[in-house]
C-alpha cells in the first residue's frame, strides 16, 4: 500500500534497509546463536545518524517523530527482531527526558544518545512489579541533595550495554503508584551494579539484565519531572513507545512473509512448486492480509502521534496489540509454510517466531494491554452516559 | 589532495534480462545504481581526503538519472559532483568515455589522483581506467588493493596479480582502479544523504566540455560488436563405479588414453 512517506523518510527507510540488508543479515543468525550484543552494529547505525532520529534537533538529533522511528524499527526488524531491540530500547530510555526532562538534563544526555557515544535504557519492571507499578519496591530516600537508591530492576533492555538509565522507583511507598518517581542513573555510579544476563528465547542479541542498587547515592538534579510522577512519567512514555513495539513485530513479520513465499516458489513437490497448491496460497494471502492492516494501524497510530493529539493511550496499545498478534501468527504460519526446514535454526523463520513472542509479552502484557483498551471504552461510555 | 572518483550507473537488479535477439542488456524499466566496484573507489577517495583535508569530485556519464548516482555519492561523503551528459554521448564505447572523462578532469581543476572501479558490472571491460590514464597523459596502475604511502608526488600501492602482489610506486598526478579487497565501503549517512539532496550537481555537455560531437557517441567508437552470444558448454561428465582402489585404476586408464599423463 502506499502510504505516501516525505522525501526524508523514504531516505530514512532506505537508510536504514542498507543496513540491515548490507551488516546485518550476514551477521544474524551468529549473534542469535552466540546471545553477543551488536556493538559493531550500533556503531555502524550511529555513523549513519540513525541514533539522531529520534533526538530533537536542539540537542543534535534530526527531531523526527514517532513515525520516523517506527520506520527505522520496521526496517531493521525485518532482518533481526533482537538488533532492532537494542536500538529501540535507546529511544525508549532516552523518552522520558525528551518528554518530562528539563533542559540541562537534555543537554546533558541528550547530545550523547543522538551521537550514538552512548546508549540509554528504561527501567520499571521488578520481580514483583511488571504491569503492576505500583508494587515497585526499589526504593528512592532522599539524603541531602542526593537520592539513596536500594533495590533491584529485571529484564531490562540494554542492561549493562547502556550508559544511561532511566529508572522508576519509590520515593513514597506509602502514596502507592504515586510515590514512584523517575531518575536517571549513569553507569559507573558507585552502588550500582549489574545482574545475570539472562537466556532468552528470542532477540537473542538483544542484552537483558538485573540492575541492582546498593545505597546507590544519585544527585536530586537527575530526578526527572517531580517526585510522585514516576508512574505519569512511565505511562505517557509507554504510550509513546507501543507503536515502535507494533513496528518491531511488522517487521518481523514483513521478513517472515517475505521468505515464506520465497520458499513456496521453490519448493516443489508432487512435480510442482507449493505456491501453485491454494491452501498454501491462502495462507499466504491470510498473512499478507493481516500484515497490510496492521501496517496501517500502526502507521496511523504513529501519525497521529505526531500530528500532536493530545491522548493516544487506546491508540497506541491498539497498535502494539494487533501488530504484535499478527506477528506471531504470520511467523508460525512461515515456520509451517517451510515446514521441516522452518523449523531448522539453517532457516531463518524460526528465528523470526522467537522473536516474535516478545512483541506480544513485553510492554504491557497483550492481556493488559487489552484491559487499558476496554478502560478507555468503558470511560467514553461512561461519559456518554 | 584533490581525488577524482569515476563512476557509471548500472542496473541494480541481479536478475537482468538479456535481449536474446541482440545479445545486450535490456536495461529499460529497470532500477539502476552506482556500479558496485565503483563504492570501492569512492569509499577509498573519501578516506583519501578525510586523511589529507581534501577534496572529493565524482563524475559520470549518463542521461539525467544518473544524477541520482551522483547525490548517492555525496550522501556517502563526496564533495562535489558533475554529471557529464550530452546526447551526443550516448552509445560511446570506453575509448569514447575515457575521452571524455579526460576533458571533464581538465576542465575541472588541479587533480592529484582519479580512482575507479576495476570494471563494471554491466560492460565487464575494465578498459576505461587505463584509456583514461592515456588520455589525460598520466601513468596507472590496475586492481589496487591497499594504498601503502600517500606522499606530495607519489603514491605506494599495493597491486594484486594472478602471481602475487607488486609494490608500486607511481608518479603523481596518476590514475588507479581498485579491487574490492581494498575497504569495507561505508553505510552513507542521514544528514549526508540529506545534504546532498540540495546540492548543486552541475550538468556539463559536448560544448561546454570542447568536445567535438563526431569523436565521442556511436560515431566516435572505434569499438565494433560483431556478434553477442550465449556460450555453449558441451562438457560431458561420467562418474566412475566400483570400490576406491577401481576407481583409481579407471580413473588412471582414462588419463592414459587421453594422454593427460
Keep these: ?385 | 589532495m584533490n581525488v577524482i572518483v569515476c563512476i557509471k550507473q548500472v542496473p541494480a537488479k541481479i536478475k537482468i534480462e538479456i535481449d536474446p535477439k541482440t545479445g545486450t542488456l535490456a536495461s529499460g524499466g529497470v532500477d539502476r545504481a552506482i556500479n558496485p566496484p565503483d563504492l570501492y573507489a569512492l569509499e577509498e577517495g573519501i578516506r583519501i581526503k578525510e586523511r589529507t583535508k581534501g577534496k572529493v569530485t565524482v563524475l559520470t556519464i549518463g542521461p539525467a538519472k544518473a544524477d541520482e548516482s551522483l547525490r548517492e555519492a555525496i550522501g556517502y561523503g563526496a564533495d562535489e559532483a558533475i554529471l557529464l551528459s550530452d546526447p551526443a554521448f550516448e552509445g560511446s564505447d570506453t575509448w569514447a568515455t575515457s575521452h571524455v572523462l579526460a576533458k571533464a578532469i581538465k576542465k575541472s581543476g588541479q587533480f592529484d589522483l582519479v580512482l575507479c572501479g576495476k570494471q563494471s558490472i554491466d560492460g565487464e571491460t575494465g578498459q576505461v581506467g587505463p584509456m583514461l590514464a592515456e588520455a589525460l597523459g598520466v601513468p596507472f596502475v590496475s586492481l589496487v588493493n591497499k594504498i601503502e604511502e600517500l606522499g606530495q608526488i607519489s603514491i605506494k600501492v599495493m597491486r594484486m596479480s594472478d602471481e602475487g602482489h607488486q609494490l608500486i610506486e607511481m608518479m603523481l598526478p596518476g590514475v588507479i582502479n581498485v579491487v574490492k579487497e581494498i575497504n569495507v565501503p561505508r553505510i552513507p549517512s542521514l544528514r549526508g544523504l540529506m545534504v546532498a539532496k540540495k546540492a548543486k550537481v552541475p550538468v556539463w555537455n559536448a560544448q561546454e566540455l570542447g568536445i567535438d560531437p563526431a569523436v565521442v557517441g556511436s560515431a566516435g567508437s572505434p569499438t565494433r560488436v560483431a556478434k553477442v552470444f550465449f556460450p555453449q558448454r558441451p562438457g560431458k561428465s561420467e562418474m566412475l563405479q566400483g570400490n576406491p582402489e577401481s576407481q583409481v585404476d579407471q580413473l588412471l586408464e582414462k588419463l592414459r588414453q587421453t594422454k593427460a599423463i
Excluded at chain 1, 13 to 39: C, M, N, T, Y
Excluded at chain 1, 269 to 291: D, K, R, W, Y
Aim: glycine fraction near 8%; hydrophobic fraction near 45%.
Design chain 1, 1 to 385: 500500500m502506499e502510504y505516501f512517506l516525505s522525501e526524508q523518510q523514504k531516505t530514512l527507510k532506505g537508510l536504514a534497509r542498507q543496513i540491515a540488508e548490507q551488516r546485518i543479515l550476514p551477521v544474524r543468525a551468529e549473534l542469535d546463536e552466540r546471545e553477543e550484543f551488536p556493538w559493531d552494529l550500533i556503531k555502524e547505525m550511529a555513523s549513519s545518524d540513525l541514533l539522531r532520529v529520534f533526538i530533537p534537533e536542539e540537542y543534535d538529533g534530526l527531531g523526527g517523530g514517532c513515525f520516523d522511528l517506527c520506520l527505522v524499527v520496521e526496517e531493521l526488524s525485518r532482518v533481526c527482531g533482537g538488533i532492532a531491540i537494542s536500538y529501540a530500547a535507546s529511544a525508549l530510555g532516552v523518552l522520558p527526558l525528551i518528554l518530562y526532562g528539563n533542559d540541562a538534563q537534555k543537554s546533558k544526555y541528550l547530545p550523547a544518545v543522538a551521537s550514538g557515544s552512548r546508549l540509554a535504557a528504561f527501567a520499571v519492571t521488578e520481580a514483583t512489579a511488571g504491569s503492576d507499578a505500583s508494587a515497585i519496591r526499589t526504593s528512592a530516600r532522599r539524603d541531602g541533595d542526593h537520592y539513596v537508591l536500594n533495590g533491584t530492576k529485571q529484564f531490562i533492555t540494554n542492561g549493562g550495554e547502556a550508559e544511561i538509565y532511566t529508572v522508576v522507583v519509590m520515593t513514597d511507598a506509602a502514596k502507592g503508584s504515586r510515590g514512584a518517581s523517575a531518575l536517571v542513573v549513569e553507569k559507573g555510579t558507585p552502588g550500582f551494579t549489574f545482574g545475570k544476563k539472562e537466556k532468552k528465547m528470542g532477540i537473542r542479541s538483544s542484552a537483558t539484565r538485573e540492575l541492582v542498587f546498593r545505597d546507590c547515592r544519585v544527585p536530586v538534579e537527575n530526578l526527572i519531572s517531580r517526585e510522585g510522577m514516576g508512574f505519569i512519567v512511565a505511562m505517557r512514555t509507554l504510550d509513546r513507545s507501543r507503536p515502535g513495539v507494533g513496528a518491531q513485530a511488522l517487521g518481523i513479520a514483513q521478513g517472515a512473509l517475505e521468505a515464506a513465499a520465497e520458499y513456496a516458489q521453490q519448493r516443489v513437490q508432487f512435480g510442482h512448486p507449493i505456491s501453485t497448491i491454494q491452501a498454501v496460497q491462502h495462507m499466504l494471502a491470510n498473512m499478507a492480509t493481516e500484515l497490510e492492516a496492521a501496517r496501517a494501524l500502526v502507521y496511523a497510530t504513529a501519525r497521529t502521534i505526531d500530528a500532536g493529539a493530545r491522548s493516544f493511550t487506546e491508540e497506541s496499545a491498539m497498535a502494539k496489540l494487533f501488530a504484535s498478534d499478527m506477528a506471531m501468527r504470520v511467523t508460525t504460519d512461515a515456520v509451517q509454510i517451510l515446514a521441516g526446514a522452518g523449523y531448522m535454526r539453517d532457516y531463518p523463520v524460526e528465528k523470526m517466531m522467537r522473536d516474535a513472542k516478545i512483541t506480544q509479552i513485553y510492554e504491557g502484557t497483550n492481556q493488559v494491554i487489552r484491559n487499558a483498551i476496554a478502560l478507555e471504552v468503558l470511560k467514553r461510555k461512561a461519559k456518554q452516559g
